[in-house]
């Protein structure tokens, strides 16, 4: 039995916060639950579910806080995945990052899912993930989606 379910939080450096909650309020619905700005930084909570958020934090001069785009170099956060509850949440926010220019909208099938692909405004990778197998098998590398018709 799996004593988690989802993602807690991810600790994301940006160079711009507000930018930051701009994108992921707008695109995904989060909603910021907490933000502080101190002297050495700023960071904020954005909720994604009933026990999971985004922790964004800002620091000026952070050598870190632009992502980079190749696989593998991005830093210590590679990517985050976000999951959707539905076909019909994954179609609205593939149509809303497609509409931002923040996906080219391709959707991958992996099998128990399927995802999208997305940048944010720093330049770094996400992934929006519907599950489409709960079992969760018969997980295979990504290949474009079949649709049907």
């Given at each position: 039995?799996?004593?988690?379910?989802?993602?807690?939080?991810?600790?994301?450096?940006?160079?711009?916060?507000?930018?930051?909650?701009?994108?992921?309020?707008?695109?995904?619905?989060?909603?910021?639950?907490?933000?502080?700005?101190?002297?050495?930084?700023?960071?904020?909570?954005?909720?994604?579910?009933?026990?999971?958020?985004?922790?964004?934090?800002?620091?000026?001069?952070?050598?870190?806080?632009?992502?980079?785009?190749?696989?593998?170099?991005r830093g210590h956060l590679d990517h985050l995945?976000?999951?959707?509850?539905?076909?019909?949440?994954?179609?609205?926010?593939?149509?809303?990052?497609?509409?931002?220019?923040?996906?080219?909208?391709?959707?991958?099938?992996?099998?128990?899912?399927?995802?999208?692909?997305?940048?944010?405004?720093?330049?770094?990778?996400?992934?929006?993930?519907?599950?489409?197998d709960p079992e969760l098998r018969a997980f295979?590398?990504?290949?474009?989606?079949?649709?049907?018709?």
């Amino acid at each position: 039995m799996t004593l988690v379910h989802g993602i807690n939080h991810v600790a994301i450096v940006t160079c711009d916060l507000d930018r930051f909650i701009q994108f992921y309020a707008g695109m995904f619905g989060m909603d910021v639950v907490f933000r502080e700005d101190t002297l050495l930084f700023s960071h904020a909570i954005l909720r994604n579910g009933p026990a999971s958020w985004l922790h964004p934090v800002a620091l000026a001069g952070n050598a870190h806080a632009s992502a980079l785009p190749d696989m593998f170099t991005r830093g210590h956060l590679d990517h985050l995945a976000l999951g959707v509850p539905s076909g019909a949440a994954f179609e609205l926010v593939r149509a809303r990052l497609v509409a931002a220019g923040a996906s080219s909208g391709v959707v991958e099938d992996l099998g128990a899912m399927h995802a999208i692909w997305f940048t944010d405004p720093d330049g770094m990778k996400g992934e929006v993930c519907l599950i489409v197998d709960p079992e969760l098998r018969a997980f295979h590398a990504p290949e474009p989606l079949q649709q049907a018709g």
